[in-house]
């Protein structure tokens, strides 16, 4: 099956040559092909270029995309989407006064979600997912990362993996699954950190790696979480099973939790709301991407990461979801990309880089994703007919996406 677009009015993130990540001020460089054409062979993107040179091209589909712009769909490499129900009475308890501290402190949070993901069936678990990965690859995802964590126990840590591994099988999306064991200290281990750690190591990695459950390794590396220790103890051990780290870390303090994960060769390292130079100095010249997460800023009223810095002194940023029920109930890598211009100061072709190639960075598979290269995977947005790219994060809320392609599978 071919698809060919026509009279694009811009196509977005045209990279001839493969490239892998952008950094500094190549984020500032958003390359475009105006009055294009993009052709599609099943899965992969075989052709490009400005309509002129179109003529003589057939193909099993047209579609006019007179007036609107096509571009690579969103990468989003953060997202919890497995889950069971949903925390809105911890929402009302927040705007009634209560911090997200104070009602993990009460036994809510994390270990409330998990309590619920334990009570519920894998088909149940599994049905409740579908939904939200339909609406993301709808609001334009065609590429997710998934994590473990809301389990805390080593059969529902396998359940909530293995409905990841029946979503990748399922669905078009591209699916990269992370286990993230080390979420939060489960009740029964209250008073035995280590306890916890060692089922992890013991009894949880193995048969992740046995199941091949997992790609990545995550911990939630934070004050009144997992120390310094712990997350050194869990990534080394997630290696061993050739997991790669890919870390939560400074989300509400900065302790060296970037540099240790930088010294385990971590892919990303997610959050970064406080920052400090000493965390700046250990991601240059590193392979480490630094994932910002605007929605959880919004929705937490804590401070937005500060990507601005991060780009101007010569790194990259991703920007991602964190989708999830506690800190980020919304899956719209369109609003993270206006909030990213809007709250952090990005310019839109910096968004548009963070949250395409970057974020396919982010999941080690930017040879494929992110950008519109022939070769790579058929993964493009349609927008509905708009003044511009920069209309896109301007008018933020509402929807500007007409048409998405995944897989070479209109949506
Ligand atoms: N911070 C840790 N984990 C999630 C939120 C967890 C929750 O509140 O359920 C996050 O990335 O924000
Ligand atoms: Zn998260």
Known sequence: MTILITNIKELLQVRDETILKVSGLQMKELPTIKNAYLLIDNDTIVDYGEMSVVTG???DQIIDASGKLVLPTWCDSHTHIVYASDRSQEFV?????????????RGGG????????????EDDLYNQSVARLKAVMSLGTGAIEIKSGYGLTPEAEFKMLRVIKRLKKDFPIKVKATFLGAHALPIAFKDNKQGYLDQIINDMLPQIA????AQYIDVFCEKGYFDLDDTAQILKAGQEYNLTPKIHVNQFNAFGGIALAVKHQAISVDHLEELNNEDIIALKDSNTMPVALPSCSYFLSIPYTPGRQLIDAGLPLALATDYNPGSTPSGNMNFVVSTA???MKLTPEEAINAATINGAYAMGISNQYGSITKGKKANVIITKPVSSYNYLPYAFGDNHIETVIINGEII
């Open 57 to 59: 091209i057939n193909a």
């Open 93 to 105: 308890d927040r705007i009634n006064g209560l911090s997200y501290e104070d009602i993990a402190n």
């Open 110 to 121: 994390i270990l409330n979600s998990a309590k619920t993901l334990q009570d519920t069936s």
């Open 210 to 213: 046995k199941e091949n459950l």
């Open 341 to 343: 211009c809007i709250k």
